[in-house]
């Protein structure tokens, strides 16, 4: 495999140095969590400041130039399937290039993928979303796997027996990438399995069988999965229909005999972006699995899991939306055009602002989010906040950073659309959250069931919004529009009926999105910041596109904080 490093590696000098003026230094050197300072007040004021320390030190490796080399050499040496061996038997295995299994080695190490498992502490699920924030920042196509290993714990305990003989390994800090079976192995991983060709959304109409073996919970399952990431994970939950319907197994690649399972992978999707990670199509000829919780409650069972996947997308993209940022930040503040820097230049300034208020507002929505995973096993209220709030975050998030990811691409200019740039693998990398654990309207109907089946869900977004009555008459009267569009949904038999509340699903998930973030820059953001957000994303003042604030905004605060930035 060719190894990369141009966009790094010093130029060697030549006649045609006296060319390269006014061309901005790599940002390279710098610590990701302590340039950041929206990020490690969240962290304290959620009551995860017992890891500080962890962060600074990961936020300063995911900075230096030996890491940043990890990310482009992963990405521009994708993974590659090796179906056969040189005799012609199945051989079913993917290769990384070895900066992959460094970026794996080191998120393993810092507990991404187990983190509030093993420690008791509260704020635990706030320092893994940290940790995965700063992580996304370098690379996110690793967090894939990273994301399914900790989410799965979550379906894996509704088989106890089951969860106690994969745990121990899955928890474990040591990455250990050889395929062999789990008990040969040190740690585990583990991914899902549940999109078919027929359908992702609708996993319902799985074609997938599993045929029990005699009166175990062990089944042979035979048929397919359409998009199966990281297939060398050692162990997948799976949907499949028994008797009983859509149910929920446990699928190793090796079975208990220590043979290899009947676990094909036909081939690797070539993807627009998240090149280091393997996305499979794979099948299964009497695969053994393992039950999960009950026959024909899979989708109850599975759901555990995505809950949590779910979180790791809206962390994933405040992460991309945080670094786009911080590059634009950097580009502008070290190239001139027409006399001036670039971050001294007006419609320039509107931007960037335009561009930051969207970030911290997103940081801050996804520690909200975090934290109330932490608050919700012995608080009823974070509990129902937590079930709508990963909704709307995840949705708005996801669909937020595409965008700005983008605008922050021009900002560089030309260099923005080059690969030796981070920017371009920003930008593949963004759409991909929305897609994935629930696209934007399977998701913005999940708002809906929340609602409209967990009265407790909207009572308690309202109540968080409630903390910041009076604070700002503007943010008070999109409150009240927000309650009278709840109730609205809780009466979904009411005129319109379900099918006028599906039609507006999205602007409504939006609405709430706008106000959550809203009321948590009041509380917890500068007074520039909360009034630019409100000016423009809730009274109207702004156009189609970032860089259309409007005047009146206090634009020398936001810049200023700015230039805390790297
Ligand atoms: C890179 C990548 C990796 C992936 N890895 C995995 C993996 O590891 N495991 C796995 O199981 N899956 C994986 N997926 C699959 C992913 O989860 C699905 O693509 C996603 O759930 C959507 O399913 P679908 O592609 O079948 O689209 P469909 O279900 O056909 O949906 C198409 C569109 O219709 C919309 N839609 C669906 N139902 C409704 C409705 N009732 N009303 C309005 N609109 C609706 C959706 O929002 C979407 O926009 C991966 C996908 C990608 C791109």
């Known amino acids: 495999m060719a190894s990369s490093t141009k966009h790094i590696d010093a130029p060697q000098s030549s006649a045609t140095d006296q060319f390269a003026q006014n061309q901005v230094p790599p940002l390279t ?23 500080l320390r962890q962060l600074t030190e990961l936020g300063g490796l995911l900075g230096t130039e030996e890491v940043q080399r990890w990310g482009f050499e992963a990405n521009e040496n994708p993974p590659v399937l090796h179906t056969h061996d040189s005799y012609g038997n199945r051989r079913d295995e993917v290769l990384f290039h070895p900066s992959y299994h460094q970026l794996m080695r080191t998120s393993v190490e810092n507990g991404l993928h ?55 390994k899955i928890v474990s800090s040591v990455y250990d990438p050889k395929f062999a079976p789990a008990a040969e192995k040190q740690g585990v991983l583990v991914g899902m399995g549940m999109t078919e060709k027929q359908g992702g959304s609708d996993v319902r109409a799985n074609t997938t069988r599993a045929e029990r073996i005699g009166s175990s919970r062990d089944y042979l399952v035979t048929g397919h999965k359409w998009f199966c990431s990281a297939p060398m994970c050692d162990a997948f939950l799976i949907l499949a229909q028994t008797s009983k319907g859509i149910t929920c197994f446990l699928l190793p690649r090796w079975t208990p005999a220590g043979e290899r399972n009947a676990f094909y992978i036909q081939r690797l999707k070539d993807k627009l972006g998240n090149r280091s990670n393997a996305s499979s199509e794979i099948e299964f000829v009497q695969a053994w699995a393992h039950l999960v919780g009950e026959e024909g409650r899979g989708v109850q069972t599975i759901i555990e899991m995505v809950n949590h996947t779910r979180l790791d997308c809206a962390i994933a993209a405040a992460g991309l939306m945080r670094q786009a940022l ?15 820097l670039l971050i001294e230049q007006p ?58 990811v983008s605008e922050a691409l021009e900002c560089l200019g030309g260099n923005g659309y ?6 371009p693998r920003l930008y593949r990398e963004a759409p991909l ?4 654990e629930g696209s934007g309207n399977v998701i913005c109907l999940d708002v809906l069931r929340a609602l409209s089946k967990e009265p407790a869900a909207g009572e308690a977004l309202m109540a968080e919004l409630k903390s ?26 009411a005129v319109e009926g379900y099918n006028g509340a599906q039609y507006a699903a999205r602007e409504l998930t939006e609405k709430l999105a706008l106000a ?30 970032f860089g259309t604030l409007p005047a009146g905004v206090n634009l020398s605060q936001i810049l200023d904080q700015i230039a805390a930035a790297p």
């Open 347 to 404: 419609l320039m300034q509107n931007v960037l602002a335009d561009l930051a208020i969207e970030s911290e507002a997103a940081t801050l929505l996804m520690a909200r989010l975090a934290g109330s995973f932490d608050r919700r096993e012995d608080d009823d209220r974070e509990r129902a906040f937590c079930r709508v709030a990963t909704a709307v975050s995840k949705y708005w998030l996801c669909k937020r950073s595409p965008v700005h």
């Open 433 to 436: 959250y929305s897609i994935w």
């Open 418 to 423: 080059v690969e030796e740039s981070i920017l």
């Open 326 to 340: 911080v590059q634009a930040i950097h580009h502008a503040r070290h190239r001139s055009a027409f006399g001036k």
């Open 468 to 493: 910041t009555s009076g604070a700002d008459k503007r943010l008070d009267a999109y409150v009240t529009e927000c309650r009278q569009r709840l109730s609205g949904v809780a009466q979904k038999d």
């Open 29 to 51: 050197g710098y610590n990701l969590f302590l340039s950041d300072r929206t990020l490690e007040q969240s962290v304290s004021r959620e009551g995860a400041g017992w890891a």
């Open 516 to 545: 959550l973030q809203a009321s948590l820059l009041v509380r917890y953001s500068s007074p520039a910041y909360a009034d630019a957000f409100i000016a423009s994303r809730l009274a109207g003042h702004h156009g189609k596109s």
């Open 114 to 168: 187990s983190l509030p498992l093993v420690e008791k502490r509260k704020g635990a699920h706030v320092v893994r979303a940290a940790l995965m924030m700063l992580t996304a920042q370098n690379e996110a196509g690793h967090t894939c796997p990273i994301s399914m290993t900790f989410s799965a714990v979550a379906a894996l305990r509704a088989e106890p027996e089951l969860a106690r003989q994969w745990e121990r």
